[in-house]
Structure formats: C-alpha cells, structure tokens
C-alpha cells in the first residue's frame, strides 16, 4: 500500500510545487488506514494547508486507494 500511496503523491506533487510547496510521505498505517505526510516550502504553515491536505490530497487518496480513511500531518 505505501507504494501505491506514493504513485499517488508523485502525481500530486507538481500541482503543489508549482505554488512552492510539496510533499513527503511519512509513514502508511495499513491496519488503520491512516497516511501521514509532511507539508514542505509554501504548504508549511500556509492557512490553506489543512484545506489542502483534506479538500486536496485527502481526498484524491481515497478515490484511489479505498484502504486510505485518513491522511494526517505531522
């Protein structure tokens, strides 16, 4: 699962670049379904992150690994 989590990301990740952010996977909790990621460059500390991270890839997770019920960052 954490591969595919990490396609997912790489797919993800030039939409955040291009305003200067990114992405980094943490850690997949298979058992629980929880992905952890770190918000880098302009997405850390930005008001918008937390829309970001559940509006944005929150959501693209699940439509794409049914397994994902949460993403979290740390």
Known sequence: MK??????LNKIRPSLQADG????LVDVDEK????KVRLTGSCF?????TMTLKNGIEQIL??????V??????
Not at 21 to 24: A, L, P, Q, R
Not at 32 to 35: D, L, T
Not at 45 to 49: E, L, R, V
């Open 3 to 8: 591969e595919k989590v990490q396609e997912v």
């Open 21 to 24: 952010g990114d992405v980094e």
């Open 32 to 35: 629980e379904g929880i992905v």
């Open 45 to 49: 500390g930005c008001p918008f992150s």
């Open 62 to 67: 699940k439509e794409e690994i049914p397994q």
């Open 69 to 74: 019920k949460e993403v979290k960052a740390v």
